[in-house]
């Protein structure tokens, strides 16, 4: 028979709570142990670095044109501190509310937190809604955007059908993801998934090498004011994959120990992103204005269809990390998330996937929507809102004085986190969100004018005769 045990620790003012679900002693449970049941400190680290880098791997050498190769790489390492410094104020907010609630008897054990969930809280129901709406909305698009990029991938292997057709394909194979329970069972997923993107850089990378540069190549980025902020907030969005933190935290046995994983996680993604960027940019320039998909200019190979068939299974995986926080949402709005069945918790998820698919058919461009979303959503949701809401949290003097975290020394406690984050709010809002959101709109807008909504084939090479 099936037991459970749940051990209970107490670690400062924090609880802990494991739970063993099947006998750890048949082969069956072992193998769930090995492949799907996932809550350790590593298993985390996989699905940051895993989120993280995705798609936006094979756009970062767009980026790269828009921006000039000295600023792209400074925004990369710039952007890569400051989102492993809001995804840990994050799970700060997430530790204080969890212990509050755990000390008014709360159990959760059959409950996913989520972000919203945090905010009001600690803050109240204002706070929920905002982050509600721009947490749903970002990773609504998030989702979108790995449609996009299967389509796009998929079409450099097989370009028989269009990519508006590949789409339909995808979105029926990426809707599958509403049998996956919760972020605990992304174990193998994961692992694999970054497997995938670390192969899949270093093909950009040694592959452009070896092509060499092109006849007449040209590095004359940046040229104009709205590419250079549409590069900027692509980069923003790169290292703003932690819009899906709490989820990824409430999955660990140990959730305390997630403070530096997402900064962990970074520097390893830094080492797929920089030299795959730079080489990819230094073989092609300007070439890669109107290629944002850097796939697209590599010669055909076995090498490059693997890179193309690794990168559609992870797109798989991402589309899953992205959508499964949506689907939580939308489990407790219909009350449905408690129940045990993941058959009938799959189709009250369906209704999630029908218009990620729909918008993934109207706005099909690959590239140009990742610096819109950085801009207007990604802007808030992962960076303004969690430093606004840290500031908030602990604005009172008993509020810092019981404080489940504290701030770190080398940082000069309070007053220096309460600096940093102002400077966050401030440069997000002026830069990311003012000159991005300005730049991404034009450049999004223009991409509407050009090749029109529902287009077929975006960026698409005419077929020879």
């Not at 709205?226 to 590069?231: H, P």
């Not at 795959?276 to 092609?284: D, G, I, K, L, P």
Request: glycine share 8%; with cysteine; proline share 4%.
């Amino acid at each position: 028979m099936a037991s459970e045990k749940v051990e209970t620790v107490i670690a400062g003012n924090y609880v802990e709570m494991e739970r063993e679900e099947g006998n750890p002693k048949s082969t069956k449970g072992k193998f769930s142990k090995f492949f799907w049941d996932g809550g350790s400190a590593c298993d985390a680290w996989f699905s940051c670095a895993s989120n993280q880098v995705a798609q936006v791997l094979l756009t970062l050498p767009y980026s790269f044109s828009q921006l000039g190769l000295l600023s792209g790489i400074l925004f990369q390492l710039f952007y890569g501190l400051m989102g492993s410094w809001t995804a840990y104020l994050i799970s700060v907010l997430y530790m204080e509310y969890r212990t509050r609630k755990e000390r008014e008897k709360v159990d959760f054990r059959n409950h996913v937190i989520q972000w919203f969930e945090v905010l009001d809280g600690l803050l109240g129901k204002h706070w929920r809604n905002v982050g509600l709406f721009f947490n749903c909305t970002f990773l609504l698009f998030g989702s979108v955007i790995q449609l996009i990029a299967c389509a796009s991938n998929i079409y450099y292997i097989n370009d028989n059908l269009d990519k508006r057709t590949w789409t339909y394909i995808f979105g029926a194979c990426c809707a599958t993801t509403v049998f996956i329970p919760s972020f605990h069972n992304y174990r193998i997923w994961s692992f694999l998934g970054l497997l995938m993107t670390s192969y899949t850089a270093w093909y950009l990378t040694i592959a452009s090498l070896l092509h060499g540069q092109i006849e007449g190549v040209k590095h004359s980025g940046p040229t104009t004011m709205v590419l250079y902020f549409t590069g900027a907030t692509n980069i923003l969005y790169t290292f703003g994959g932690h819009a899906v933190t709490v989820e990824i935290m409430h999955a660990m046995w140990k959730p305390q120990k997630f403070k530096l994983i997402y900064l962990i996680a970074t520097l390893y993604v830094l080492t797929l992103t920089l030299p795959s960027a730079s080489a990819v940019y230094w073989a092609f320039g300007d070439l890669l204005l109107t290629h944002s998909n850097a796939l697209s200019l590599l010669p055909r190979s076995g090498y490059r269809d693997a890179a193309v068939v690794l990168m559609l299974i992870h797109q798989f995986i991402t589309f899953g990390f992205a959508c499964t926080p949506l689907y939580f949402v939308w489990e407790k709005f219909i009350r449905v998330h408690y129940t045990k069945s993941v058959f009938k918790r799959a189709l009250a998820r369906l209704p999630v996937v029908i218009p990620i698919w729909f918008l993934a058919i109207v706005f099909p461009f690959f590239g140009p929507i990742n610096s819109t979303v950085g801009s207007l959503l990604v802007s808030f949701t992962v960076y303004i809102i969690p430093s606004l809401a840290h500031m908030v949290t602990f604005s009172s003097a008993s509020a810092r004085e019981n404080a489940v975290d504290r701030p770190p020394r080398f940082l000069g406690g309070w007053v220096g986190l309460y600096c940093v984050n102002f400077f966050v709010v401030v440069w997000v809002f002026v830069v990311g969100f003012g000159f991005g959101g300005w730049a991404s709109m034009l450049n999004f807008i223009r991409q509407i004018d050009s090749f029109g909504l529902f287009t077929k084939c975006y960026q698409c090479p005419p077929h020879k005769a």
